[in-house]
């Protein structure tokens, strides 16, 4: 199930612009949340303009910004046409995963605005025009 190791949501859709299968863990239940580079940058903006010093805040896509495994390997296959196979679930895996930015949206003001779904097909059509280039480095599997 596992291949070159990347975020498992880009390995996703690399694999399936590589029409390489999409290996679903377990019951594919599980949750993450995912937050997209441009709000990621957005946030590195919003904390520069914050001038604060000393302070700690945790980032992430929060409740709202989560999809499950099985959600996402499905949308890909949607898309794509691509295969999903299933493979054993790993021991002691959180079922759920995802931050809550409350503290640094409240002193902010940011939040994400890229939903899971626009960040998928952002990763998928990086990766299809990138689909030779990442070929290579996928030969092996």
């Not at 759920?96 to 939040?111: C, E």
């Amino acid at each position: 199930c596992h291949g070159l190791r990347h975020g498992w949501l880009t390995s996703f859709c690399i694999r399936a612009a590589l029409d390489k299968p999409l290996c679903v863990e377990g019951t594919g239940a599980q949750t993450r949340d995912m937050l997209h580079s441009a709000d990621i940058n957005a946030a590195i903006l919003a904390a520069l303009e914050l001038k604060q010093t000393g302070e700690l805040f945790v980032l992430g896509g929060g409740s709202g910004n989560r999809i499950s495994v099985q959600q996402a390997a499905t949308l890909l296959q949607e898309m794509t046409g691509v295969r999903i196979v299933n493979g054993p679930g790993r021991d002691h895996e959180d079922e759920h995963v995802w931050v809550n930015h409350s503290r640094f949206t409240a002193a902010t003001g940011w939040a994400p605005k890229v939903s899971v779904l626009d960040g998928i097909r952002d990763v998928l059509a990086w990766a299809q025009r990138h689909k030779n280039d990442l070929a290579k480095l996928y030969e092996a599997e």
